[in-house]
T-cell receptor, first 107, second 117 residues
Framework: GQNIDQPTEMTATEGAIVQINCTYQ??????LFWYQQHAGEAPTFLSYNVLDGLEEKGRFSSFLSRSKGYSYLLLKELQMKDSASYLCAFNDYKLSFGAGTTVTVRA | DAGITQSPRHKVTETGTPVTLRCHQT?????MYWYRQDPGHGLRLIHYSYGVKDTDKGEVSDGYSVSRSKTEDFLLTLESATSSQTSVYFC????????????????FGPGTRLTVL
């Protein structure tokens, strides 16, 4: 079967770092996506990891371990505008999404 | 931003009526998807298409049908709408890029908020 888990909510302070974990189980895996979704808006693409390791894009980094079925999204130097839901999804030809992690950034 | 639009953006309808949602892309991507998003469930795949007239079911396809007669348009039809189909519907297009690389991208349309009374 297929399963993907991520925490429901996280809270952090402006300027801090937050790590959102995502674990998955699937019989077929081609890569893992991360999306950001602000309330009332469509998800927007953040990253796609195919190989093990860390990929950095400015304040956001994404890590993948295929052998462990594990990924995380690292948000550094948090800003108020980073308050949003963060969705992970694995790619097994079609995308399967987790329920999302709501991140609240406090001043 | 990727060229993907959805219409209508908002719709209120009554139980038992047919409803068609349209997704239009200008990117000439082969893959198109319809999702619904509900609180506590995240994004769930309804149907997807991997080419003109090539479609397949997702995890929540009951009560929905799709058609793709040309590359740029992917239609989602609720033959007889029910209150359980009240949701936000997102269309997505995908460019798989080069296999084995991080070039796969999937972009979402703005969404359609459907209310079935």
């Amino acid at each position: 079967g297929q399963n993907i888990d991520q925490p429901t909510e996280m809270t952090a302070t402006e300027g801090a770092i937050v790590q959102i974990n995502c674990t998955y189980q699937t019989s077929g895996f081609n890569g893992l996506f991360w999306y950001q979704q602000h309330a009332g808006e469509a998800p927007t693409f953040l990253s796609y990891n195919v190989l093990d390791g860390l990929e950095e894009k400015g304040r956001f980094s994404s890590f993948l371990s295929r052998s462990k079925g594990y990924s995380y999204l690292l948000l550094k130097e948090l800003q108020m505008k980073d308050s949003a839901s963060y969705l992970c999804a694995f790619n097994d030809y079609k995308l399967s999404f987790g329920a999302g992690t709501t991140v609240t950034v406090r001043a | 931003d990727a060229g993907i639009t959805q219409s209508p953006r908002h719709k209120v309808t009554e139980t038992g009526t047919p409803v068609t949602l349209r997704c239009h892309q200008t990117e000439n991507h082969r893959y198109m998807y319809w999702y619904r998003q509900d609180p506590g469930h995240g994004l769930r795949l309804i149907h997807y298409s991997y080419g003109v007239k090539d479609t397949d079911k997702g995890e929540v396809s009951d009560g929905y049908s799709v058609s793709r007669s040309k590359t740029e348009d992917f239609l989602l039809t609720l033959e007889s709408a029910t209150s359980s189909q009240t949701s936000v519907y997102f269309c997505a297009i995908r460019n798989p890029g080069t296999s084995g690389t991080s070039t796969d991208t999937q972009y979402f349309g703005p969404g359609t908020r459907l209310t079935v009374l």
